[in-house]
């Protein structure tokens, strides 16, 4: 068994290899089977089980990674989305919401001209961050101090415009920081908030489905990875939830091991903890 899952996983990844070789052209599933001499329906099963997603989502993570790589090598925004195999620049636009944060011209800035606001408030569960953009929540953390916490934030965006909320603050940002401490607290459950985070294609099926666990309850990285159909995944869930960067809102602390044990936490395993139980005694 040993034997056949390792032959499985390097014909998985000979298909990877050319995928990333032709990023710039149609990868039609037959095609792609045809490669490991595969039907194209066992060829499918065997490429998500191995590499966690369809090879449509490889591709597009991989054109992704290539085109911040080249935004951030200051070649330019055109040069970068077309040599990061994009048909046009339009197409990258419709979906930089979603996939970058912001649009690509200001990634290739490292944020410049991108404004985050933040606050920061002390909860039950320590001192907390947070930072929004004009679209949405942009990052919630704890941490010990506010300097640790603000640097944090302006790690992936060194240009952008980081600053501290205006007193007074905005009535927007101002309503989800009370929503957000009102779920701390316990007076509600849900706290459904806009975000403005990146995400590649299995992180997205990880967080949405953490976003489904009821308050109050736990499931088992393997069990995450099950549900979204991904059995052999259970690392790679794990390091979706430690790569979440707006903390219970994207609920990675109702993840543990299959063992029972907390597993890892970004934010310490003691606030895992903490909201854990604040949760478990509220339901």
């Given at each position: 068994m040993e034997t056949h899952t390792t032959s499985l996983a390097e014909r998985m990844r000979e298909v990877c290899r050319h995928i990333e070789s032709h990023s710039d052209e149609p990868l039609p599933l037959a095609e792609l089977a045809a490669i490991?001499?595969?039907s194209r329906f066992h060829f499918a099963r065997s490429f998500k089980s191995v590499v966690g997603v369809s090879?449509?989502?490889y591709?597009?993570?991989f054109r992704l990674r290539r085109l911040k790589r080249g935004l951030r090598s200051g070649d330019g925004v055109d040069a970068a989305v077309?040599?990061?195999g994009y048909g046009s620049s339009s197409r990258v636009y419709e979906n930089a919401a979603t996939r970058l944060g912001m649009t690509p011209a200001q990634y290739r800035r490292a944020g410049a001209g991108v404004t985050i606001s933040y606050a920061t408030l002390q909860t039950p569960a320590g001192l907390m961050l947070i930072g929004a953009t004009d679209r949405g929540i942009c990052f919630v953390g704890f941490g010990d101090s506010a300097d640790e916490l603000l640097a944090q934030l302006r790690a992936e965006y060194r240009h952008a415009d980081v600053e501290a909320m205006r007193d007074p603050e905005h009535p927007q940002f101002r309503a989800w920081i009370d929503a957000i401490a009102r779920h701390l607290s316990g007076e509600s459950q849900n706290v459904?908030?806009?975000l403005d985070v990146a995400a590649t294609a299995f992180q997205m099926r990880v967080w949405q489905y953490l976003q489904s666990i009821p308050y109050g309850e736990l499931r088992s990285y393997g069990e995450v990875a099950a549900a979204i159909g991904q059995p052999t995944a259970s690392r790679a869930v794990a390091q979706a939830c430690a790569s979440n960067p707006v903390a219970f809102m994207i609920p990675c602390h109702r993840v543990i091991r299959g063992n029972g044990d907390l597993g890892g936490y970004r934010w310490g395993l003691s606030r895992k903890r903490a909201l854990i139980?604040?949760?478990r005694a509220n339901v």
């Open positions: 490991v001499q595969m090879p449509k989502q591709a597009a993570e077309y040599d990061a459904e908030l806009p139980d604040r949760e």
